[in-house]
């Protein structure tokens, strides 16, 4: 039987508002981290849940951040940075990366060690994925920083903390059953 070659119209695409993605994007749940850089652009830091994985050949992973934050001149100059996932009971600290604190109250608060390419790495982090970054594409008001892990550092068993519904949650550990 023959190929169809019957084409279908595709309909035309209506604007999605801010407020209509922003609100969409709230019913997806997400990690909450803070993004460190440390070099000679300076020390900095910033909360984020927009990272994710890209490949694991060479195992790259991607940060978004917006080119207006305060932070943005740092990160580009630096071009390493570690993704540092918070666990339960960590909000406090995400909220002050998140807010209007200086650099120095941001880093005051918690233990600190260097990371194999200079970036700070949160001592009680569930997860530090110590990164430099390989490449930079701008998309709207934000720019894509795709960053390869050349260090992993893990507490096994501490549980998570996600951003959903424009609020925090507890992610417990599941205990295998043997």
């Not at 604190?101 to 990371?115: I, M």
């Not at 892990?149 to 893990?154: A, G, K, N, P, S």
Request: proline fraction near 5%; hydrophobic fraction near 40%.
């Amino acid at each position: 039987m023959p190929a169809s070659t019957a084409t279908h119209a595709i309909p035309p695409i209506t604007a999605i508002s801010q407020l209509a993605f922003r609100d969409a994007m709230s019913s997806l749940a997400a990690a909450v981290n803070i993004i460190t850089t440390d070099g000679p652009g300076g020390r900095a830091g910033f909360t984020a849940t927009a990272v994710c994985s890209v490949t694991d050949q060479p195992p790259t992973l991607l940060v978004c951040i917006n080119r207006s934050a305060s932070v943005y001149d740092t990160f580009i100059e630096n071009g390493t940075l570690c993704v540092n996932t918070l666990g339960n009971g960590q909000q406090d600290l995400s909220n002050l990366f998140g807010g209007k604190s200086s650099q120095q109250e941001r880093f005051a608060c918690s233990q600190w060690e260097t990371g194999v390419t200079g970036a700070p790495i949160l001592d009680t982090a569930r997860l530090s994925l110590d990164c430099k970054v390989s490449q930079s594409v701008s998309v709207g008001t934000h720019d894509i920083l795709f960053c390869e892990v050349v260090d992993i550092r893990r507490q096994d068993g501490a549980d998570a903390l996600v951003y959903f519904a424009r609020g925090y949650h507890h992610l417990p550990v599941e205990t295998p059953m043997a």
